[in-house]
């Protein structure tokens, strides 16, 4: 799950719209929606940090937990070559 999926899920596990948790956080609301559509992928540490306060988990818990691969990208499911 990629960081910008585990801040939406956790958001709407609060039943948070992105105005509420752009109130709670500090962080702007086009800021939140970068990071949930994907678009904007590593979250500055304060901002990182805001969240997982915000959603009461280690700043660990929203890091992107895919799989990379040796140049830096997303490794694709070994499986999906068969």
């Known amino acids: 799950m990629t960081?910008?999926?585990?801040v939406r899920k956790y958001r709407l596990e609060k039943n948070w719209d992105i105005e509420d948790l752009a109130k709670i956080t500090g962080l702007s609301e086009s800021a939140i929606k970068l990071y949930e559509y994907g678009i904007r992928r590593n979250p500055l540490p304060v901002a990182k940090m805001a969240l997982a306060s915000a959603f009461?988990?280690?700043p660990s818990d929203l890091d992107d937990d895919r799989e990379e691969d040796n140049n830096g990208g997303k490794a694709e499911n070994p499986e999906a070559r068969r």
């Open 3 to 6: 960081f910008g999926q585990k």
């Open 56 to 58: 009461k988990v280690k």
